[in-house]
């Protein structure tokens, strides 16, 4: 039988109080409204994004000029790709292209959760690795890190993703490798968001750094790898989630905003921000291109605001009770 050492007593200690925590904090988020009503609209989007392919009455790339501008509840035939035909109602219209709202819509789902939480999820990563290590470390890790998150603060970044939209459009930059597309704005919002999760996470560990477990861990002998992601990290998890829930909706706004300006996601691809603009010329005759995608942005939008809101509420220590 081997015996206990300090080290796994306090691993034990370590382990325990953050499972109880989380349990805590978790009971905390789901008896919030607002997390709940933020909740229950993103696992519907979650569930029209993945099972799009079977909502998607017909193919959203599909165009047919003898459907141009029907209005929802309008019945159209279809001819398919074998030469049948199928009579179905569209239930939120055609564009001017005669393609199907309802469908491009579902798929635009897709898209805005994919360049949201994808994007944010690399932002993220990164800001957490570097601010950890600029508010553990101090000294000239600290300031080189803090001066090239002011470089990159500089950047107007919707000029920049401008710029490479309009440069790029045609035959993409570096031989094809940066075109308009999902990847060029996964870059760009990891590009301009991780600064803030970065500061965030550098004060909240320049004052978690001389706590007294940090202390003790320092005296057991663990090492600089072990303190910053074992004792830490864990204990940002709740401000790194709340803040990351926030940036999502602003990442959505900021994919359609540049979808909009014609240098996000290029057509036949559907996007919101691309219907949106696309629908503006055509409005006073065929306002449902503009409302349906402006209401499922806005949905999603206000959802990931109202889980935000409720987790920020939920986890903060000075409201929880």
Partial sequence: MSATTPEDIVDSAAIASASTKRRSLFALAVRNTSVIFGGAILIVMLAIALLAPFLGTVDPTRIDPAARNKKPGTEITFRLEDGKTV?????????????DVYSRVIYGTRVSLIVGVVGTSIATFIGVTLGV???????????????????VLSVPIL??????????????????AIQPGVRELLFLIA???????????????LSMREREFVEASRALGASNARIMFREILPNLIAPIIVYATLLIPLNILF?????????????????????IAAATPIFNTA?????????ALLLTVLAFNLLGDGLQDALNPRTAR
Avoid at 290 to 295: A, S
């Fill in 87 to 99: 009579t179905r109602t569209v239930l939120m219209g055609t564009d001017s292209l005669g393609r």
């Fill in 133 to 151: 290590m600029a508010g553990f470390f101090r000294g000239w890790v600290d300031t080189a890190l803090s001066r090239i998150t002011d470089v």
């Fill in 159 to 176: 000029l920049l993703g401008l710029g490479i939209g309009a440069a790029c459009s045609v035959r993409g930059c570096l031989s094809g």
């Fill in 191 to 205: 590009f301009a968001t991780w600064t803030y999760i970065f500061r965030i996470v550098r004060g909240l560990v």
């Fill in 255 to 275: 994919e359609a905003a540049l979808s909009f300006l014609g240098v996000g996601i290029r057509p036949p691809t559907a996007s919101w921000g691309q219907m």
């Fill in 287 to 295: 306002w449902w291109y503009m409302v349906f995608p402006g209401i």
